[in-house]
């Protein structure tokens, strides 16, 4: 029984709301995971590591509900590929975390003294870029309110542009780091630069994707 | 127990069958949209429709009655064999009783005045042949099916794109919504008060003129704009950056409107749909009573109070199961886009009934809530469903009309 309320059916936009909540879970556990190899706390790494996996697989879960539940015949304000693609970038950013949290457990990775603070740097701007974006998604309701217009949309256009400076800034202080990594040469280990240069690559990959949100949101706003 | 007896009993039960139908099948229509806003909660939706139902059915329904809705067969026909009208007109009740078991059922919104009008067609056709149907007004029936959602979603498309430039889009949609709500309160108020004083409030006999509801309606709506207006000066002014807050505010505001126009649709749901509940039924009466057969006929007030209270029944036991079940699967409808889609519900069932056009509230408060998803009102809409909801209202009357064809068959074979 259920009427002509069966026409409506269940909001995608609030479980992408839970997806991302989970997300920003993974996002949390970013710094104290640097901050255990910093102190060369292995245990508190695999331990911090495991949580991360843990949460990634909970957005998983949440994602993988929204996609089945996302039929051909149901209507959305927005495109149904923006969305769809709007919840990939979702994803991707907390694989992308799972994998840090993978690379730094392969082996006890040292940190050279001469990447320290930059690494510390770039984590702390990732993450902060990484809320920026959390932040975006939690606008989409009142954006949903404003059918996609008005003061909110102005707001969000405005986030999404800051969002991309921070993202350039990101590549930067990733360009930095890297110079500072491989000028090293031969005082570092092969294994452990290789590993060092792919944790930096994917600390840069979180702050791209988080753009990846602002990107879709923009389209949403375009229409 | 002598014929008359049994049939008249047979009737009866026929009608507070078909009265807990409606009830049950209507319910969630009106009020769906309040309670998937959380305007109301279920118990007060429900407590709201019985009032607005009964009240609607025993103040505004007529208490003449055409025998057959809408005029769909000639009863001149039948006056040879007045007991074949008896028949039939159990037969129709009972199909179309069933079939709107069978929507509400199934979730499908179907017009309770297509099922009964299907099932009068099916022992039309078998008494008196394919003549004695008036086959121009089930043309009206068929047009109604595009006419009403057509209609009510271009009107909730417009209502909703005016209501969301003039307040959401803004940056300050709280100041806005305070300025524009007494407009909106004085045009709800305007269209209501014509809706209930013109050609309404037959019972009252108060046979105003046009003119005069017109003045009448003036009047109301002024009222309104002045009431709210002092109303609106007790929420505080927030201008604060927070658009989120300012939001909410300004939903709570529409959710009295939402209230009020699903009152509205409730209260029209009870004046005229009972008919199809009790309008049969005081025929039977009619014939049994004095063996006349006529166009007309009158609706005596315990058939009215009969059919009312039914239909509440109905509403309660089983609407209220509808809703709870309807609840756990809504959506985040907001009170200002359940507003869109109720008013303009109303407005187009208002303005169309009193130009004549064919139309039904059913189908016109799904069009209507199809134009406020259009307008990118809503989260999602369901397309699918939409689909099936169509062909539900194509399927009502060939279905109500075979069955009452076997059911008027039967009686034939059994009764004299």
Redesign the interface.
């Known amino acids: 029984m259920r009427s002509i309320l069966s026409m409506f059916s269940k909001s995608p936009f609030k479980p992408l709301g839970s997806h991302m909540d989970k997300v920003r879970a993974c996002v949390d556990q970013i710094e104290p995971l640097f901050k255990a190899l910093d102190e060369r706390d292995y245990d508190e790494v695999g331990e911090v590591s495991e949580l991360i996996v843990k949460l990634e697989h909970e957005a998983d879960k949440i994602k993988d509900d929204i996609r089945t539940h996302m039929r051909q015949s149901v209507f959305l304000p927005v495109d149904k590929k923006d969305f769809m693609h709007l919840l990939s970038a979702q994803d991707d950013i907390s694989d992308a975390v799972e994998d840090l949290a993978v690379l730094l457990r392969i082996k006890n990775l040292d940190t050279p003294e001469i990447i320290k603070d930059p690494l510390a740097d770039l984590v702390s701007h990732v993450v902060k870029t990484a809320y920026k974006g959390c932040d975006l998604i939690q606008e989409l309701e009142a954006l949903l309110e404003s059918s996609f217009g008005g003061a909110e949309a102005d707001k969000v256009d405005k986030a999404t542009q800051v969002l991309g400076t921070l993202e350039w800034e990101a590549d930067r202080k990733q360009f930095q780091l890297a110079k500072k990594l491989f000028s090293l040469g031969n005082q570092i280990d092969a294994a452990d630069l290789f590993l060092w240069n792919e944790v930096i690559k994917k600390l840069g990959a979180v702050a791209d994707k988080t753009e990846q949100i602002g990107k879709t949101l923009r389209i949403f706003l375009s229409q | 127990m002598d014929l008359n007896t049994f049939l008249l009993s047979f009737a009866v039960i026929a009608c507070i069958y078909m009265a807990c139908n409606i009830g049950a099948?209507d319910v969630?229509?009106a009020m769906?949209?309040s309670?998937?806003s959380k305007s109301l909660t279920f118990k007060q939706a429900v407590l709201i429709a019985a009032v607005a139902e009964f009240a609607g059915a025993f103040f505004v329904g007529g208490h003449v009655s055409d025998t057959i809705r809408k005029g769909m067969l000639d009863v001149s026909f039948f006056a040879d064999v007045p007991y074949h009208l008896v028949y039939g007109m159990i037969a129709a009740l009972l199909s179309a009783a069933i079939w709107l078991h069978i929507a509400?059922?199934l979730?499908w919104?179907v017009s309770t005045t297509h099922s009964i009008i299907g099932g009068v067609l099916g022992f039309g056709v078998i008494a008196g042949g394919v003549d004695v149907v008036n086959w121009e007004r089930v043309v009206n029936v068929v047009l109604s099916w595009v006419v009403s959602p057509v209609m009510g979603g271009l009107f909730a498309y417009l209502v909703f794109r005016y209501i969301?430039?003039a307040i959401?889009?803004?940056?300050?949609?709280l100041a806005h919504a305070k300025e524009l709500l007494p407009f909106i309160v004085s045009v709800v108020f305007f269209i209501l008060s014509i809706a209930i004083f013109y050609k309404g409030l037959k019972n009252l006999h108060l046979d105003l003129k046009f003119s005069s509801v017109l003045l009448i309606a003036f009047v109301m709506g002024f009222f309104g704009f002045f009431l709210s207006k002092v109303l609106v000066r007790f929420i505080p002014d927030d201008d604060s950056k927070d658009?989120?807050h300012q939001?909410n505010t300004t939903?709570n505001l529409f959710k009295y409107l939402q209230i009020l126009t699903a009152f509205y649709i409730a209260f029209a749901h009870g004046s005229n749909d009972v008919a199809n509940a009790v309008g049969p039924l005081a025929a039977v009466v009619s014939i049994l009573d004095g063996g006349v057969v006529g166009m007309k006929v009158a609706m005596p007030t315990w058939i009215l109070g009969l059919g009312g209270g039914f239909i509440v029944f109905g509403l309660m036991v089983w609407g209220y199961?509808?809703m709870a079940?309807?609840g756990e699967?809504?959506?985040?409808?907001?009170p200002s886009r359940g507003f869109c889609a109720t008013f303009a519900a109303a407005s187009v069932v208002l303005i169309c009934s009193k130009m004549g056009l064919p139309i039904s509230t059913?189908h016109t408060?799904?069009g209507s809530?199809?134009g406020v998803?259009?307008?990118?009102?809503?989260?999602?809409?369901?397309?699918?469903?939409?689909?099936m909801?169509f062909i539900s209202w194509i399927t009502t009357i060939p279905f109500t009309a075979i069955i009452s064809m076997i059911f008027f068959k039967t009686f034939l074979l059994f009764l004299p």
Do not use: W
């Open positions: 099948n969630a229509n769906g949209t309670v998937g509400s059922y979730g919104p969301n430039k959401f889009s803004t940056r300050r949609p658009l989120a939001f939903e199961r509808v079940t309807v699967n809504i959506t985040d409808i907001t059913t408060l799904v809530i199809i998803g259009l307008a990118r009102g809503l989260p999602t809409l369901n397309l699918g469903i939409i689909k909801i």
